[in-house]
């Protein structure tokens, strides 16, 4: 049984199905310091985080437990989905554990159903990513908190894959600058 289990809105998200999880394993070229701070530092993050085509017009992190992560993605067709997370632990550079929700812009959390996710999509998931070095790289594993079969109906495994195409593309240009 998860630990973080509805720390971040007082109530439980849905629990993990039997079924595979919906897991994402990359390895990228970069240090693993560096992968870290893509992932924690706002300017950093508003550079690769959400699907192929987005932009980030607003992006807030406080990577502590107990701290904010607060973003809208903003489609090609200019329409904007907020999210909200709660850091439920940060261990540089090796691990980050966050719940993750669907917001509106103040920050107040919102059924997914408001952007489109169907009814089994759960209110809160807990996102679990680990950095690990590799062959003079670094393996990311990222766990989306839900089934895999879950993540393929709603998409969400799209909207992520392109989002990890988007940080390799980043880090390769922060490697060459």
């Not at 990359?26 to 893509?38: D, E, G, T």
């Not at 998931?125 to 990311?140: C, Y």
């Amino acid at each position: 049984m998860n630990k973080h289990k509805g720390e971040a809105r007082g109530c439980a998200p849905a629990e993990k199905p039997a079924s595979a999880q919906f897991v994402i394993t990359r390895a990228y070229k970069a240090p693993r310091a560096l992968v870290f701070r893509a992932w924690t530092e706002g300017e950093r993050l508003r550079q690769w985080w959400g699907p192929k085509g987005f932009a980030m017009p607003f992006f807030k992190t406080e990577p502590r437990p107990g701290g904010i992560l607060h973003y809208c993605m903003r489609s090609p067709e200019g329409k904007d989905f907020w999210g909200r997370g709660v850091y439920l632990e940060v261990d540089a550079p090796e691990r980050l554990v966050f719940a993750d929700s669907f917001s509106n812009e103040k920050g107040d959390l919102v059924p997914p159903g408001e952007y489109g996710m169907g009814p089994e999509w759960p209110d809160e998931t807990i996102v679990t990513v680990t950095f690990h070095e590799k062959d003079g790289g670094t393996e990311v594993k990222f766990d989306g908190g839900v089934s895999e079969a879950l993540a393929k109906q709603q998409q969400a495994d799209k909207g992520w894959n392109e989002s990890f195409d988007r940080l390799e593309e980043y880090l390769k240009r922060e490697a060459a600058e």
